[in-house]
C-alpha cells in the first residue's frame, strides 16, 4: 500500500524567500507524481506531473524534482510571493484508479 | 475548452437525509473520480467511472453510490448522511486511469447537521 507523507505540515516564509516542500512515498515503483495547488475551501489546481522517467519538471517559478530511489520528491518555489499562499498536495496513482494523497503543506508568504 | 464543474458548490442536509453531487468532466475526458476530503486532510478516493462503469472503489461504504453518463458527466449519491460525512466532494476527470493527469472541480461543499 502506498503511503504518501507531507512534511512540515504548515510553513511561513517571507515574501521573496524561495520555498522547498517536501512529498515522501513508500513504494518507489510510482507511474509519476503530481503537485497540486489547493486555496482555502477550494478544487486542487494541478501545478506539475512529473512522469516516473524524469528527475524533475518546471513551470514558471516552480520545479519538481523527483528521486525514485530514496521515495522523494520536492516542489521549489522560487521568489515566494503572497499569492502563493496556499495548502500544496502531492498525489501518486497507487493502482489504475485511485490516486494517493499527503496530507499537504500549508504555506504562507508573508508581505 | 470548459474545464470540470460540480454542482451545488454548498449543500446543507439533515442526518439521515440523501444527497446528490454532480460533476461534468473535461471535454474529451471519459473517466470520473470521486474523493471526499475532510478539513485538514488529503482527499480520500471513493470511486471511479470510466466509460459508464465502476473501475474501482475505495473504503467507503455502499450507501455511497454513483453513476456515469453517456456524456461522461457523473453523479454521487450518498444515503443514510451520517454527520462524519460532512467534507468537501471532490469530482477529477481525466482521460483513462488515475495514471493521466488528473483535472479536479472546484468541489461541493456538505454540512451534515
Known amino acids: 500500500k502506498q503511503e504518501v507523507t507531507q512534511i512540515p505540515a504548515a510553513l511561513s516564509v517571507p515574501e521573496g524567500e524561495n520555498l522547498v516542500l517536501n512529498c515522501s512515498f513508500t513504494d518507489s515503483a510510482i507511474y509519476n507524481l503530481q503537485w497540486f495547488r489547493q486555496d482555502p475551501g477550494k478544487g486542487l489546481t494541478s501545478l506539475l506531473l512529473i512522469q516516473s522517467s524524469q528527475r524533475e519538471q518546471t513551470s514558471g517559478r516552480l520545479n519538481a524534482s523527483l528521486d525514485k530511489s530514496s521515495g522523494r520528491s520536492t516542489l521549489y518555489i522560487a521568489a515566494s510571493q503572497p499569492g502563493d499562499s496556499a495548502t500544496y498536495l502531492c498525489?501518486?496513482?497507487?493502482?489504475?484508479?485511485?490516486?494517493?494523497f499527503g496530507a499537504g503543506t500549508t504555506v504562507t508568504v508573508r508581505a | 475548452e470548459t474545464g470540470v464543474t460540480q454542482s451545488p458548490t454548498h449543500l446543507i442536509k439533515t442526518r439521515g437525509q440523501q444527497v446528490t453531487l454532480r460533476c461534468s468532466s473535461q471535454s474529451g475526458h471519459n473517466t470520473v473520480s470521486w474523493y471526499q476530503q475532510a478539513l485538514g486532510q488529503g482527499p480520500q478516493f471513493i470511486f471511479q467511472y470510466y466509460r459508464e462503469e465502476e473501475n474501482g472503489r475505495g473504503n467507503f461504504p455502499p450507501r455511497f453510490s454513483g453513476l456515469q453518463f453517456p456524456n461522461y458527466s457523473s453523479e454521487l449519491n450518498v444515503n443514510a448522511l451520517e454527520l462524519d460525512d460532512s467534507a468537501l466532494y471532490l469530482c477529477?476527470?481525466?482521460?483513462?486511469?488515475?495514471?493521466?493527469?488528473?483535472?479536479f472541480g472546484p468541489g461541493t461543499r456538505l454540512t451534515v447537521t
Open positions: 498525489a501518486i496513482p497507487s493502482n489504475d484508479y485511485k490516486l494517493s
Open positions: 477529477a476527470s481525466s482521460m483513462g486511469t488515475a495514471s493521466y493527469e488528473q483535472y
